[in-house]
């Protein structure tokens, strides 16, 4: 049962252009959302976050939008440039635990083509 | 050290074979998770240290799976008698402590590749 769900195993875009990478999740105890970014032979590193208090984090080029309702998320990217390309990861955790038990997606690998 | 480092990189084992990971953490990070990754998944959790102590092992398979980080600093995923469904990619990572949502970070390794024909 998966809990934190990326239905686009892959998305290509042009540079220039918006990538939006989307996620939904099951758990409504989650409250605080993580997307992670992922080069090959490379650990995750983490990318921006989202408390479930908001509805928008933005930060240079990636904005997080939250729709608690719809218990959906997207990351924006823009302008998408090809050193973005990569594997993203949407993670989820909840403040009942003291600790990041983030529970992650299957991810996303974004191309941007130059 | 400058990043968690994860020894060995890449691993073949036979079936029926014990095989020891290992994770030396970002210094003075009090926090370390093991978690697995299949090809094609998100890395799944496995275990959390909080220094020494091992607060949630709620993630590990089964029994044949064991964790240890004895002074609080290198911790060690054994697994005991390896079946080809332990193949995947087992991640350490560490981070000062405390809930994402109070800010905190959690940093991976590059993973270790275990393969179990």
């Known amino acids: 049962d998966q809990q934190v769900k990326q239905n686009s195993p892959s998305l290509s875009v042009q540079e220039g252009r918006i990538s939006i990478l989307n996620c939904d999740y099951t758990?409504?105890?989650?409250?605080?959302f993580l997307w992670y970014k992922k080069y090959p032979a490379e650990g995750p590193t983490f990318l921006i976050s989202?408390?479930?208090?908001?509805d928008k984090n933005e930060d240079g080029r990636f904005t997080v939008f939250l729709n608690k309702s719809a218990k959906h998320l997207s990351l924006h990217i823009v302008p998408s440039q090809p050193g973005d390309s990569a594997v993203y990861f949407c993670?989820?955790?909840?403040?009942?635990?003291?600790?990041?038990?983030?529970?992650f997606g299957p991810g996303t690998s974004l191309s941007v083509i130059p | 050290g400058a990043g968690v480092s994860q020894s060995p990189r890449y691993k073949v084992t036979k079936r029926g074979q014990d095989v020891a990971l290992r994770c030396d953490p970002i210094?003075?990070?009090?926090?370390l998770y093991w978690y697995r990754q299949a090809l094609g998944q998100g890395p799944e959790f496995l275990t959390y240290?909080?220094?020494?102590?091992?607060?949630?092992k709620s993630g590990l398979p089964n029994d044949r799976f064991s964790a240890e980080r004895p002074e609080g600093s290198i911790s060690t995923l054994t697994i005991q008698r390896t079946e080809q469904r332990d193949s995947a990619m087992y991640r350490c990572?560490?981070?000062?402590?405390?809930?994402?949502?109070?800010?905190?970070?959690?940093?991976f390794g590059e993973g270790s590749w275990l393969t179990v024909v």
């Open positions: 990572a560490s981070s000062r402590g405390g809930a994402a949502s109070s800010g905190n970070t959690i940093y």
């Open positions: 758990n409504s105890m989650f409250d605080y």
């Open positions: 989202i408390s479930s208090i908001k």
């Open positions: 993670a989820a955790s909840t403040s009942e635990t003291s600790y990041d038990k983030v529970i």
């Open positions: 210094s003075g990070h009090v926090s």
């Open positions: 240290f909080n220094y020494e102590a091992q607060q949630d």
